[in-house]
């Protein structure tokens, strides 16, 4: 008999049956007790339970006139398949095993969502054979706890990519792996100091800023310019510490150019206790203009604290992430944080590491680099195309999404609500904001990674359709 955990109360004033019918309804709204599962016979449950063959035929009967349960003569009693108007919302029951069905609104034939990447070019089969190598190659010890920092010859072949192609210069000992960008956010904080007065980029990436909310820090918004960080607010902020997006700014889209960099090198440079975050999420993906070098590689006092993922140019289900910690900061990471354990599998390192040292890693950015700008050349002469001046396109000079001012009169909420209606998914970029609720100009985020250029090309035609373009 499946396990009834049920304890019944004799004192209350509901009837027996009652509590026993509620709590049924219960475990198949919530999915515990799926569909095509025959409930326990009348005999057997009333034995169970201690109550009478009437109690549960009850509780059996309101199930059945309530749609929840099917009899099925000679065989018993079975759980229905259960519409959605009967799935209820309360506390009570949100706790459900089974994932709630989609509804038709969540369905969309295009997802223009900035954090898909082209899987359809995944070299799954490399990595399938480097996972299991990576399996038999050492068996045992894969079991146990790794390197604190993470492992170190995954470090030092970051750190060898990290020279050649974003010009940051460190050794392997600077390069802390952690799992998610929120996570080394977190961690971040905690080894520079909570008392810090912290500042960063507004617009700019939500999950950083409640990372940062969430330690309980100072955390002061810094409005932007056409070239990135507004100098004069962070020097009036007071701030010691910056988070900035300078290989492409999230979301507006801009490179910061080598002036700016400068600048805000300088102003790090004035006082020991300074220091730039530089979050180079998806800086591989540089499609204009020369490469610019990372602020890192041009910071020769140590003030930037180098952030880097695998999310944008690899996978983002992998969680493996990197700081590139200055010497100040290093010797404090050494002298308390070494407790805190690495939170990245040994085997997806090891796997990580193999891949790189194969030369796979190179191969793929090389292949993916020519893969995303031609999806972005598509979605600009797409846009251009059916779009014309009603829009204009903005940050198309890396990365994997552009933003679109639409000049419709609609809101974001409505561009968004539109959209939907013709089974598109597009993005807000408000939420962006540290006041996401006063009167931006409307933008819409548009991502494309993980659209082919057909995709691309049709949601961008149902978007005319939805947003009533000429
Ligand atoms: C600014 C920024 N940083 C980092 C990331 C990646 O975060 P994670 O590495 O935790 O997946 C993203 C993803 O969209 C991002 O927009």
Known sequence: MMEITLVLENESKEPLYLQ???????????????????????????????????????????????????????????????????????????????????????????????????????????????TIQSLFEDESSFFLNGEYQGEYHLREEIARYLYQSRGVRCSTEQVIIGAGTQYLIGFLTMIIGREAIFSME???????????????????????????????????????????????????GMVMPITRRLELLKWAGEEENRFIIEDDYDGEF?????????????????????????SKSLIPSIRINYIVLP??????YNEHFTLYKQTVSRLHQHTLWLFMRE???ERHLNKMRTVYRKRQQSLIS???????????????????HI?????????????????????????????????????????????????????IDQGILLLKKAWNLS
């Open 20 to 130: 026993l019918y509620k709590y049924f309804k219960q475990e198949i709204q919530s999915g515990r007790i799926e569909t095509g599962v025959m409930l326990p016979s009348k005999r057997k449950l009333s034995l169970h339970l201690g109550v009478s063959q009437n109690t549960v035929e009850t509780a059996y009967q309101q199930l059945l006139a309530e749609g929840y349960v099917d009899s099925r003569p000679r065989k018993g009693i079975f759980v229905k398949e259960i519409h959605s108007d009967l799935i209820l919302t309360s506390n009570e029951i949100l706790t459900p095993t089974k994932r709630i069905p989609k509804r038709d609104s969540d369905i969309c034939l295009v997802d223009f969502s900035h954090g898909k990447i082209a899987l359809d070019h995944f070299p799954f089969t490399h990595w399938r054979r480097l």
């Open 286 to 310: 540089r499609y204009k203009g020369k490469p610019i070098p990372s602020l890192q590689g041009l910071d020769p006092n140590g003030k930037v604290i180098y952030l880097g993922t695998f």
């Open 202 to 252: 507004d617009p700019g990436y939500h999950r950083t800023r409640e990372a940062f909310k969430d330690q309980g820090v100072n955390l002061i918004p810094i409005s932007l310019d056409d070239e990135g960080m507004n100098m004069k607010q962070l020097y009036a902020s007071n701030a010691q510490i910056t988070y900035v997006t300078p290989s492409h700014q999230f979301p507006m």
């Open 382 to 400: 797409s846009i251009k195309k059916n779009m014309g001046d009603q829009v204009t396109i903005i940050g198309d000079d890396s990365g994997l």
């Open 327 to 332: 010497k100040i900061l290093l010797a404090k």
């Open 359 to 361: 030369g796979h890693w």
């Open 403 to 455: 933003l679109l001012r639409v000049y419709n009169a609609m809101s974001e909420k409505e561009l968004i609500a539109k959209a939907q209606k013709y089974q598109v998914k597009v993005y807000p970029t408000s939420v962006y904001f540290e006041d996401s609720c006063s009167n931006h100009v409307p933008m819409i985020l548009l991502g494309f990674g993980g659209l082919t250029e057909s995709e």
